[in-house]
């Protein structure tokens, strides 16, 4: 069975009135272990309807295991995980909690990174963008929100200074291929956000000449879809999946026992064998033959095309 930490709020910062800032320490006085840039934790929610597990990247640690900071967003179309960290969390309250796992970690040999986040995508670049700048290493920072929100990025990125970091109000506010192409080589890129604006950074990047091997995505999840059903070939059940939840969760909430790690495509601890329908994949992690063999799906982030999927469950 997978570590855990029990964990207690410690301080609360609403930044605006979607995004509140979490200290996290131990719940019981023991040094929480350490992590490196990049880090996320995996926090189990007591929600009215069964649990949550979701995962939160590591703004800032304490030295010493004193603390951790994640940042949350609160969702919409949240089925009780944001929704619950933001209206019912107080300071004392008490979570349990994964280890922290790292997935994005920073290239030691990149001469240079250059940082794309759109909205909440912001928390795991933070933390990267700290190591290097603690280090005296170059760094540039590009952050994308709506208009409404960017004085609360921009005073997450002061730290960082003019000319370093820069926030954008638009999607369209800045023209990919100009900043690509006047980046040093040795540059390597990290990027969270929308699938949308990740997919647009690879894309650009690699129809410039970029290697894949030198542009790390991130993803919170992939957004829902329309609805669909999953049966289970091993024991035979039938589960819904609506289109504001993710397969993962549904499997996760009719007690369906399986393997899930970084919660956003990127680990392969969930990859799950598909017997019949078409996955709609939003991962990170197979590769694009794998893709297009249809026998492999990531539960945390991909999804049905069409009505049904049938799993080797």
């Not at 290493?137 to 929100?149: D, V």
Request: overall charge neutral; glycine content about 10%.
């Amino acid at each position: 069975m997978m570590d855990t930490l029990a964990l207690r709020v410690a301080e609360r910062d609403l930044l605006s009135p979607t995004l509140l800032r979490l200290r996290l320490t131990s719940a019981n006085a023991n040094r929480l272990p350490s992590v490196t840039p990049g880090s996320h934790l995996v926090l189990d929610l007591p929600v009215k309807d069964g649990a949550r597990r979701n995962a939160y990247s590591i703004t800032q640690a304490g030295k010493g295991g004193t603390f951790y900071e994640i940042i949350v967003r609160h969702s919409p179309t949240s089925r009780g995980g944001s929704a619950f960290v933001h209206k019912e969390l107080t300071v004392g309250s008490i979570l349990n909690a994964s280890c922290p796992s790292n997935f994005l970690a920073l290239e030691s040999t990149a001469k240079k990174i250059l940082l794309i986040g759109g909205g909440v995508g912001v928390t795991p670049l933070l933390a990267l963008a700290r190591a290097r700048m603690e280090r005296g290493e170059t760094l540039e920072f590009h952050q994308f929100c709506t208009p409404e929100e960017k004085p609360v990025f921009e005073s997450l990125l002061v730290p960082f200074g003019q000319g370093v970091a820069c926030v954008h109000a638009g999607r369209n506010a800045l023209d990919f291929q100009t900043l690509f192409r006047r980046q040093p080589l040795g540059t390597y890129i990290y990027t969270c956000g929308p699938n949308a604006m990740m997919e647009r950074v690879l894309t650009e990047a690699t129809a410039m000449g970029w290697p894949e091997r030198r542009i790390h995505q991130e993803s919170f999840g992939a957004g829902g879809g329309n609805p669909f059903t999953v049966t289970l070939a091993r024991t035979g059940g039938t589960i819904p999946v609506a289109e504001d939840q993710t397969l993962l969760d549904a499997l996760e909430s009719a007690d369906v026992p399986i393997t899930s790690l970084c919660r956003g495509g990127a680990c392969g601890m969930c990859r799950t064998p598909v017997l019949a329908g078409t996955p709609e994949h939003r991962d990170h992690f197979l590769s694009a033959d794998e893709k297009a063999s249809g026998r492999w799906i990531m539960p945390c982030v991909s999804r049905a095309h069409g009505a049904c999927l049938t799993l080797d469950l």
